[in-house]
Nanobody, 127 residues
Framework: QVQLVESGGGLVQAGGSLRLSCAAS????????MGWFRQAPGKEREFAAA????????YYGDSVKGRFTISRDNAKNTVYLQMNSLKVEDTAVYYC????????????????????WGQGTQVTVSS
């Protein structure tokens, strides 16, 4: 069982940066693959980024590639999402999620593969 708590959301101007954090409970955090998804009002949940249990593999959605970076610190039971060059269209609730790894690459982008979810943190980018 893993409990996830996101933080770091807020209001930022277009072109700015934010770093989201997701703190996980439990002693087996390093066994879990971690992902970030986002959902804007009226839209479906969208894959943003994911990282393997070891941190050796990372995955990005096309809309954030080159601007967002996912990382993890297994000693701190925390995964991060560094978001740079933010755009108005990045406005959404961002969710942290986890599943017990390892897994084929295709699993990381599918929200249905994730068993545990945080409550979400709001990111608002103004023009």
């Amino acid at each position: 069982q893993v409990q996830l708590v996101e933080s770091g959301g807020g209001l930022v101007q277009a072109g700015g940066s934010l770093r989201l954090s997701c703190a996980a409970s439990g002693r087996t955090f390093s066994s879990y693959a971690m992902g970030w998804f986002r959902q804007a009002p009226g839209k479906e949940r969208e894959f943003a980024a994911a990282i393997s249990w070891s941190g050796s593999s990372t995955y990005y959605g096309d809309s954030v590639k080159g601007r967002f970076t996912i990382s993890r610190d297994n000693a701190k039971n925390t995964v991060y999402l560094q978001m740079n060059s933010l755009k108005v269209e990045d406005t959404a609730v961002y969710y942290c999620a986890a599943f017990l790894g390892p897994a084929p690459d295709s699993h990381y982008r599918a929200s249905s593969r994730y068993n545990y979810w945080g409550q979400g943190t709001q990111v608002t980018v103004s023009s």
